[in-house]
């Protein structure tokens, strides 16, 4: 499995980006993407997911400011209001539903944003 993760840049404080991470390689019939983003300093930590279903999840850091989707091998990540803490490397990787033992990951795009 390869996943290729794109579209960060440097935003001022509110305004919006759209991340895409495409799949490559994906023999599994269930799985989940995941959006995880590492701050200077800070521990990776996970923001969002999707399954292959389409079922999604929100996690605290960044919620109701998210959208996750996917089209076709492609899941995207809408990113709105965005503040200066959420200047960080931004990975997608994946996993099979039932644990969080995520078998590969993206290369990471970097979303810097200014006030």
């Known amino acids: 499995v390869q996943l290729q993760a794109s579209g960060g840049g440097s935003v001022q404080a509110g305004e919006s980006l759209r991340l895409s991470c495409a799949a490559s390689g994906i023999t599994e019939s269930v799985y989940v993407i995941s959006w995880h983003r590492q701050a200077p300093g800070k521990e990776r930590e996970l923001v969002a997911s999707?399954?292959?279903?389409?079922t999604t999840k929100y996690e605290d850091p960044m919620y109701g400011r998210l959208t996750i989707d996917r089209i076709k091998s492609t899941v995207y990540l809408q990113m709105n209001t965005l503040k200066p803490e959420d200047t960080a490397v931004y990975y997608c990787?994946?996993?099979?539903?039932?644990?969080?033992?995520?078998?590969?990951w993206g290369q990471g795009t970097l979303v810097t944003v200014s006030s």
């Open positions: 999707i399954s292959n279903g389409g």
């Open positions: 990787s994946i996993r099979r539903p039932w644990n969080f033992e995520y078998y590969a």
